[in-house]
């Protein structure tokens, strides 16, 4: 199994849903962090319950939901609280997916 970066997730939500940082709107903010922390969320509940407001938004286009959604038919890949219960040398991070990335490109 191959596991996807939380970073590189994260920076990819951060892109995609920048809109959301900008001017003075809180509530729209709020929406934004918890978006691009959902890929180091530690707990199953809080996941569930942030997924299920980023998708009742009504700041969030069809397409983005969508895009959601399919993100989250991967989410063992690239959520922290998935990958801690895997077997990980004690590591608890996905740094050790961008050391295999550097060792592969070595060859």
């Given at each position: 199994m191959n596991y996807i970066?939380?970073?590189h997730v994260q920076q990819n939500?951060?892109?995609r849903f920048a809109y959301l940082n900008r001017g003075n709107d809180s509530e729209k903010k709020e929406l934004?962090?918890?978006i691009i922390n959902l890929p180091y969320?530690?707990?199953q509940s809080n996941?569930?319950?942030s997924y299920k407001q980023i998708l009742s938004s009504i700041h969030i286009s069809k397409e983005l939901?969508?895009?959601l959604k399919n993100k989250y038919s991967d989410k063992k890949l690239?959520?922290?609280l998935f990958m801690k219960g895997k077997f990980c040398a004690g590591m608890c991070?996905?740094?050790r997916i961008e050391n295999k990335h550097r060792i592969f490109k070595r060859y």
């Open positions: 970066c939380s970073w939500l951060k892109k934004y962090t918890t969320e530690e707990y996941f569930e319950d939901k969508t895009y690239w959520v922290k991070t996905t740094s």
